[in-house]
């Protein structure tokens, strides 16, 4: 069985020929075949690979650059390419990751013993290791906690892993996904088997997404999860309402001066307050719903020329 890989790439054209290069050796190793589309996000350089590049790649039956006009950002770099590669004849399987080198060409075997043991799944790689700065990962580590607060669920993925072209198929069909592939993944709800990977290194370079990137990821990753959000918010208040109301009526029932005292006004006010903020939530998931089923029936956008108005080979030097 053939993969596809599929890389989002904004300049780091070094990480990716040095990935490619890793890929080929493991797929000699393993008896396994690829081939590659690499999405140019709006690049502002050009990647420098030798003429004899594609030629070396001997696990690849073929590797095209799909470029894209000005920089739209990972998610909607990927969601372009999945809809590039959905209107080609006999898809094969994707398999999904960054050009930076922070998913391993190592960790691709297990993601594929993985995949053939139950082709009908995702096959996503779960973080077990970062090798980010201190305050980063205590940052990382607050918004996972934030996310299983408010979501329910634990967040420790990202892109990489082998995606079947049915899902891929179910996938596009989420409109979030051009602002979030990972945080869809997650509201999805599709059937998903993780294996253990640690997160590598940038090969080459720093990363160029500073704090503000990180915040509007994080904010893009809960928007994908809205409706769980409100479907969790709405319960508990509606479950502190009942509470805050029981606990009135008992303490008025308990009380020896007038019904009304000190605690009962502003427990009875909190309830009201938490009981009208539960219907109002609740009344949000319908018409929400409704957007989304009404969204699902947008065509997807065309991928856009590059700068030149045409693909690139992947042999350009």
């Given amino acids: 069985m053939e993969f596809h890989v599929l890389m989002p790439v904004y300049n780091d054209w070094q990480s990716a020929e040095q990935l490619l290069r890793d890929l080929d050796r493991t797929a000699a190793a393993h008896g396994l075949r690829f081939s590659a589309t690499l999405v140019d996000d709006g690049s502002t350089e050009s990647p420098a690979w030798p003429s004899d ?13 799909l470029p894209l006009q000005g920089n739209r950002g990972q998610s909607a770099a990927v969601t372009l390419g999945l809809a590039h590669l959905q209107r080609r004849e006999g898809l094969q399987p994707v398999l999904l990751m960054d050009a930076d080198g922070q998913d391993r060409a190592a960790d691709v075997p297990a993601l594929v013993a993985a995949f053939r043991q139950d082709p009908g799944r995702l096959v996503l790689a779960e973080r077990r290791r970062r090798h980010e700065n201190l305050r980063f990962r205590l940052c990382y580590l607050g918004f996972q906690m934030l996310f299983r607060a408010l979501v329910g669920r634990a967040f420790r ?3 990489f892993g ?41 090969t080459y370079g720093r990363s160029r997404f500073g704090l503000r990137g990180h915040i509007r990821h994080a ?8 409706e769980r959000i409100v479907s969790r918010a ?8 009942a509470v805050v109301l029981a606990a009135t009526a008992l303490n008025a029932a308990m009380a020896d001066s007038l019904p009304v005292d000190s605690w009962t006004a502003p427990g009875l006010a909190l309830a009201v307050l938490c009981g009208s903020i539960s219907v109002g939530l609740a009344m949000t998931l319908p018409r929400t719903a409704r957007m989304r089923r009404r969204h699902r029936k947008l065509p997807l956008p065309d991928v856009s020329p590059g700068r030149d108005g045409s693909r690139a080979s992947g042999d350009a030097e």
């Fill in 162 to 202: 082998i995606y079947p072209v049915a899902q891929i198929e179910a996938l596009l069909r989420y409109p979030r996904l051009q602002r979030s592939v990972a945080g869809t993944l997650i509201a999805s709800g599709l059937a998903t088997r993780f294996v253990l990977a640690d997160r590598g290194r940038r």
């Fill in 234 to 241: 709405s319960r508990a208040s509606g479950i502190a309402s």
């Fill in 157 to 159: 993925i990202g892109i």
């Fill in 53 to 65: 590049f594609r030629a070396a790649l001997s696990c690849f039956s073929d590797v095209e650059i």
């Fill in 219 to 226: 904010w893009n990753i809960l928007a994908a999860n809205r």
